[in-house]
């Protein structure tokens, strides 16, 4: 019987990346607004009949922007300890993380 070496695990890096910030869309709920007020400045409150317990601001897409309005140009988040629910949950090199990455051509 053969061993095979495993193939070594990719290591991703959050830091000058921000593939996931203009690659899905963002949605904030009102937990997240109130943990971070900065985001009802930014973004748009989601119609009344669209609304639910985890949307109520969209934040990407919206108009005029590349990525979420909370992407400083250094690719790190302005509102990191804040940020959504949504953000916090986003799992670095998860399938989504790949193909954002591929997207933007980040490697």
Do not use: H, W
Request: contains cysteine; hydrophobic residues 30%; neutral net charge.
């Amino acid at each position: 019987m053969s061993s095979i070496d495993p193939s070594p695990v990719q290591e991703y890096n959050c830091l000058d990346c921000g593939a996931c910030c203009g690659c899905y869309p963002i949605f904030a709920s009102e937990s997240d607004a109130d943990r971070e007020p900065k985001i009802k400045d930014e973004g748009i409150l989601v119609e009344n009949f669209l609304k639910t317990d985890r949307q109520a601001y969209r934040l990407y897409p919206l108009p005029f922007l590349k990525a979420c309005p909370f992407l400083a140009e250094t690719k790190l988040c302005r509102i990191y300890e804040t940020r959504p629910e949504v953000c916090r949950k986003f799992e670095v090199g998860s399938e989504q993380c790949i193909r954002a990455r591929a997207r933007l051509g980040i490697k």
